[in-house]
């Protein structure tokens, strides 16, 4: 299993922008779908965003389409998640996770311990 470790969470204002970052560990990891989950204080975790392995097809929670992007580059084992426009209800605990299925993500793989994102507004 992958190792991850996610950062780049903090405070920001509605409207304001973040990029979260999960690094990766393994020789693998290129192969690995990944994604990115949230969960907001007395709420189930959801899903935000997923992206195949080998740069493949992306996948968007509604809720996000059109402001939050979700990128990798295999060449440094992270992933990326790009989130602009935000809002008040968007903050929650971000996590990373890996499985080698994108099928399988949110249910199965690796977990990172999350980073916390917090919109003020």
């Known amino acids: 299993q992958v190792q991850l470790v996610e950062s780049g969470g903090g405070l920001v204002q509605a409207g304001g922008s973040l990029r979260l970052s999960c690094a990766a560990s393994?020789?693998?990891?290129?192969?690995?779908?990944m994604g990115w989950f949230r969960q907001a204080p007395e709420k189930e975790r959801e899903f935000v965003a997923a992206?195949?392995?080998?740069?493949?097809?992306?996948y968007y929670a509604d809720s996000v389409k059109g402001r939050f992007t979700i990128s990798r580059d295999d060449a440094n084992n992270t992933v990326y998640l790009q989130m602009n426009s935000l809002k008040p209800e968007d903050t929650a605990v971000y996590y990373c996770?890996?499985?080698?299925?994108?099928?399988?993500?949110?249910?199965?793989?690796?977990w990172g311990q999350g980073t916390q994102v917090t919109v003020s507004s």
């Open positions: 996770n890996a499985h080698s299925m994108v099928a399988a993500l949110g249910s199965q793989g690796s």
């Open positions: 992206i195949s392995g080998s740069n493949g097809p992306t």
């Open positions: 393994g020789r693998t990891f290129s192969s690995y779908a």
